[in-house]
């Protein structure tokens, strides 16, 4: 008998590559999308029509974090083998503007989930999104699973919750529960509002001729950005083990949003050099003189944090995982891709 698996968040960049991955690995998957009046699927619709068309078990069913009644239809009818809980407000800026939504959906939600399999007395193992944003006003560097956590945003403190609440229902419950502290974990199809992404298709519009700048805010923060399709390997690895367990996934390189501009816009053609300071710097390019790079106060976060480097030697040895692309190579991959993007949506013309 196959496995199977639900994953909320099933339609989000990382939800596409894990139902990939488990789909590839002979899962039955099922996964929980929220209604929304324009068609959100995009990134598996193709996955979905080909498992199909294979007589694959991949089926969708509408759900909602906030509604404790159709988490409990779904994990009825999908009795999973395992759950996958990628349900998340994912932005961490957005989370200044819609504290109390973050924390229902981001902390509360995942609590409710747990009850819910509780209650059902389903054997699932679980693995929830936990964040390298819990380290916030970071206490050391490289981050390790034993770092203190001074979470700084409302995202993090109420993704601090959730991590609690997991080893909670873990140690009380005897469930194998386990928190992936996931660091920054990019592709080609991240959302065009997190930074690596925003700054690849904006390159690739200014170089067709399709927006004049890219207006981007803090150029220091430093991330420690890796591939989520290596990241999602290291989900499913963590649910395989005899127990469950909290682990670091990263890279362990740090790079700054400035240094990602850079390679990006090299791989773009452009040759960027930086003039003036704080709001009144920009990114020019050397060869035209034309600017490509301003500093908009808006993209600034309230806090933010700016030293982000995780140490993965747990997952290493424990998991036998590794991240198999470097920096270079994400940025490029990222790069290639909304420079592809946008010369088919603009006709070839690009
Ligand atoms: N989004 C965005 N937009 N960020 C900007 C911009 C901008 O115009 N300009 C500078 N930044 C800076 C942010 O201030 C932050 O320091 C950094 O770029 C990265 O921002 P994001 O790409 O939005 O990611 P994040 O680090 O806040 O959070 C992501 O990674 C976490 C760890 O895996 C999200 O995916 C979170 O959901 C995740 O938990």
Not at 123 to 133: C, L, P
Not at 182 to 196: A, D, I, K, W, Y
Not at 273 to 290: F, H, S
Request: charged letters at 25%; aromatic letters at 10%; a neutral charge.
């Amino acid at each position: 008998m196959a496995k199977v698996a639900l994953i909320t968040g099933v339609n989000g960049q990382d939800g596409s590559f894990l139902c990939e991955l488990l789909l590839e690995k002979g899962y039955d998957v099922h996964g929980m999308v929220r209604r929304t009046s324009q068609f959100s699927r995009g990134r598996i619709e193709d996955t979905r029509q080909r498992a199909l068309s294979q007589g694959r078990v991949f089926e969708l069913h509408y759900g909602n974090m906030s509604d404790p009644s159709s988490l409990h239809r779904i994990l009825a009818a999908s009795r999973p083998d395992e759950i996958y809980n990628l349900a998340s407000q994912s932005h961490v800026g957005v989370s200044f503007e819609e504290p109390e939504h973050t924390t229902e959906i981001n902390a509360t939600a995942v609590l409710r989930l747990l009850e819910c399999v509780r209650h059902i007395g389903l054997k699932a193992r679980f693995y929830q999104a936990s964040s390298s944003e819990l380290y916030g006003h970071v206490a050391e560097a490289p981050q390790t699973e034993l770092t203190p956590f001074q979470p700084l945003s409302p995202y993090a403190i109420a993704k601090l919750y959730a991590y609690w609440i997991v080893r909670s229902y873990r140690e009380t419950y005897g469930m194998h529960a386990s928190n992936g502290i996931l660091f920054n974990h990019e592709s080609p199809r991240r959302g065009e509002n997190f930074v690596t992404r925003k700054i690849t298709y904006s390159l690739a519009r200014i170089k067709a001729g399709l927006q004049p700048v890219l207006k981007l805010g803090n150029l220091d923060a430093r991330r420690d950005w890796g591939s989520a399709q290596d990241y999602v390997q290291a989900m499913w690895l963590m649910l395989q083990q005899p127990q469950g367990d909290d682990y670091v996934i990263a890279t362990g390189e740090t790079h700054s949003v400035r240094d990602f501009v850079e390679r990006a816009a090299t791989r773009s053609g452009f040759d960027i050099a930086w003039t003036g300071t704080g709001v009144d710097e920009k990114g020019v390019d050397r060869r035209t003189n034309r600017v490509l790079v301003e500093i908009d106060p808006r993209f600034y976060r309230p806090v933010d944090v700016d030293r982000v480097q995780g140490d993965a030697s747990k997952a290493f040895r424990q998991l036998g995982w590794r991240p198999t692309v470097t920096f270079d190579a994400l940025v490029n991959l990222m790069m290639d891709a909304d420079l592809d993007r946008v010369a088919r949506e603009s006709g070839g013309r690009a």
